[in-house]
Structures are given as C-alpha cells and as structure tokens.
C-alpha cells in the first residue's frame, strides 16, 4: 500500500512535468544556456579584428630590432591568410622602430600616450643587455638581480585588458630576433642557417594498444589535445545540466505547495516520507527522460566529429549511476529546504545553497582536467558531494583512474546520498506544515537528528 501511494504520487508529478511547454523549451534551452558560450566563443573566435597592429620598439642594442622585424614579418605570411581560403584571417603586425632618446622616461611617456590615443598597440622596449646570455638558474642573489634587471629583458608596454593574444603573437619573433643576433655575433650567416631557429613539430599521439583477442599490435593514431578536451568535458557537463535542470525545480514545487496548501490535501492520503519519496522519484524520472535524450545527442555528435574512440563506453553505466546517486541527494535536499520555506522569495535565496555541490566542482574542472590523478583531484572526487562530478570527469579521460577509486567513491555517494534522503525526511515531516518565519540552521539540524 505505501509503495502504491508512492508511485501514485511520482507518477502525477512526473506527468505533471513532462506535459507542460516549459518541460520541452527546456530541453532545447538548456544546452544553449550551458553550451552557449563555447559556442559564442567559436563564432566570435572565427571573426577576428583585421585591423593592423602597429607595434614601435625602442631597441637599446640597436641591433635586435632588424631581425626582429624580419621574424615577425616572415610570421605574419604564415597566418595572415587561410590556406583554404586564401581570405585574411588574422591581424597585420607593422613596425615602427625609434632610436633611443637621451631622456628614457619622456620618451616611454610619450610612447604611452600614443598607446591610449589608439596610434600604437604596442611598444617594446629592448634592453642593452639583452644578447648576454643568460646564467645558468640558481638561488644567488645576482642571478636575481639579473632576472630583474630591465636591460636584460624585453619590455612590453600595452593598456590591452583581458586575454592579450598580441602579447602571445610577439613572444615568437622576440625570441628569435634576439637568438638570430646571438649567432650572427658568433659569426654565422643568418641568411644561410634560418633553419636553426625552426620549430619543431610536436605530434600527440595515442597509446600503441594490443589486440588482446588476435595480439596484433595497432599503432598510434593521431590525438587532437582538443578532442581530448572536448569529450570528458561534454560528458560532464551534461550530468552537471541535468541535475541542476532537474533538481532545482524542486525547491519552488514544493514551497508553492505547501504556499497553496495542497500538501495539506495530499497529507490526508500519504504520509510525509511517503510525499516526499513520491515527489523525488518523479523528478529523477523527469531527469532520466532528459538524460535519454542528450544522451543520444552527445552521441550523435562524437560520432560525426569523428572522435567517437576517444569516449570510453565503460563510463556509461557510471554515468546513468552517478546521475541517479546525485539527483536522489539534491532532490531530497530540496524537498528538505521547501519544506523550511513559506515563500517562492525563500525559496529563491536557498537555490544557491542548494546547487552547491554542483557548483563548486565546477570550478576545478580545469585543475582536474590537467592533473586527473593528482593528489588534490583525487582527493576532491572521492568527498562523497562532488565525487559524482570530479570521478566521471577523470573516468572520461585517457588517462583513467585506478580501478578501485570509483567503487571507493560510489560507496561514499551511497552512504551520503542515504544520509542525506533521512536527514531530509525528518525535516520535511516536521517542516511540511509549519507557517511564518523560515527556521534556522540549528533548527533544521535538531530536526534531522531529533525528528
């Protein structure tokens, strides 16, 4: 008979949800909400500012800034246009170089101004010193005098903000206008010997594997660093979308309920444990519905982008149990913190608290995703509220995780996802019906362990 109220209740919310136009908008809302800025970030990146960047150096050598120029120059035919389109596609470098003045400080003030009247980009500065080759690195007090020294370095002098790509740009021929000076004094011909100062191709390679059915060897197929990127972050994204969409309508469901006084209704047929279990099946319900189908999405999508060997199938079923363990802990949480609320506005306040564990894993997805078995993303994914987040992410990787740290952290999830639906369910009890000023913390907490 409990089990029947139960499934009565998921069911009405479930349908509920899945009926309305807000449930469909959403799942075509959503991934633009989240995937919205990467793809912003691709269309704007595809339209750069052609405008050229006139760069003046003041070169205390005097004799840095020709090969300098020449390297940028010989930069500039390399990326100015697409090879397939033969269209511009990056900015022009033009350089202005001035002979230095008696008065050093007038004359970098008079350069600043230039800068922010829009007549340069840029200006460097070349210190005198700067073709003495460095000394080799140690902790003496002269070797850090020197790496201070502004004439041993190059200065760079902008009032661009944000990410400087033209600071990016210039670190190339920088380099090589000073090395190509470095070997013309040691008296080799620069014209003849360019090629000293070529870079070498880095190529990313996969792992050689082993047939473990025929024991044929397969080579190394070719990585690309950003589909490497690209497919544990997708996956982990749409977990992270799916229990934020689905968990936090939770939170206002419940507390426009009890603001209606329907749950008065619905206490006279069920017990309190019974609404609230009944209510957090149905979301989970809606979320698995959701899950379907950016599921098959992602799929679609790896698959036509021709990385579909780089998303491990083995993480699946991790997937779909990562986002039932997190869906049943927030969804009880937010039941817990409805149920405390007399408002939609209190509710509002609290949906912060509420996203919490999915927020905070969010901001070390980048640390995690360059040092996936480090000693602080391990630590961070098996703490049991961000384990479902941190482990996928590191189990998406090709690097994986040791193969008893995900049983290690499922276990964690279970217990605390446990803990936390009989925590909820003692507070809703008491808090279902309560009216007026919303309870403090220690109130809730007397209630979770008090009943």
Known sequence: MQMHKITTIAKRDYIATVRTKAFVFGLVVAPLLFGGGSIAMTFFKGQPDLKDRRVA????????????????????????????????????????????????????????????????????????????????????????????????????????????????WLNGPI???????????????????????????????????????????????????????????????ILVMIVMVGSAPMLQNVTQDKSQRIVETLLGAATPFELMTGKVLGAVGVSLTSSLLYVLAGAFAVNALGIAGLLPLSIIPWFYVYLLADMVMLCAFAAALGACCSTPQDAQNLAIVLLMPCIIPIFMLVT????????????????????????????????????????????????????????????????????????????????????
């Open 368 to 451: 995690v995703l360059r040092q996936p078995n480090g000693v602080l993303a391990t630590v961070m994914s098996l703490v049991p509220p961000f384990t479902p987040i941190l482990m996928l992410l590191r189990q998406a990787m090709p690097t994986g995780v040791p193969a008893w740290q995900p049983w290690v952290g499922l276990l964690g999830v279970v217990v605390f996802a446990s803990a936390t639906v009989w925590a909820a369910s003692r507070i809703f009890r008491v808090a279902i019906l309560m009216q007026g000023k919303p309870p403090r913390l220690a109130e809730m907490v007397r209630w979770a362990m008090k009943g």
């Open 175 to 237: 380099n090589d206008g000073v090395r190509l000076t470095r070997l013309a004094q040691l008296g080799i011909d620069i014209d003849k010997n360019k090629g000293l100062t070529a870079s070498v191709t880095i190529e990313g390679l996969s792992l050689v594997e082993r047939d473990e059915k025929t024991g044929e060897v397969h080579e190394a197929q070719k990585r690309s660093e950003m589909a490497g990127f690209f497919v544990p972050f997708g996956v982990v994204m």
């Open 57 to 168: 150096i003041v070169d205390h050598t005097g004799v840095v800034a020709g090969p300098l120029v020449s390297a940028a120059r010989e930069k500039n035919d390399r990326e100015l246009f697409g090879k397939m389109t033969h269209r511009q596609i990056a900015p022009r470098y033009v350089f202005e170089v001035i002979a230095p003045a008696a008065d050093s400080k007038d004359q970098l003030l008079a350069l600043s101004g230039r800068v922010r009247r829009k007549q340069l980009a840029a200006f460097l500065e070349i210190g005198k010193d700067v073709l003495r080759p460095p000394k080799p690195a140690g902790d003496s007090e002269e070797e850090t005098s020197e790496k201070t020294n502004p004439d041993t370095r190059v200065s760079y002098y902008t009032n661009a903000g944000g990410i400087d790509e033209m600071r990016n």
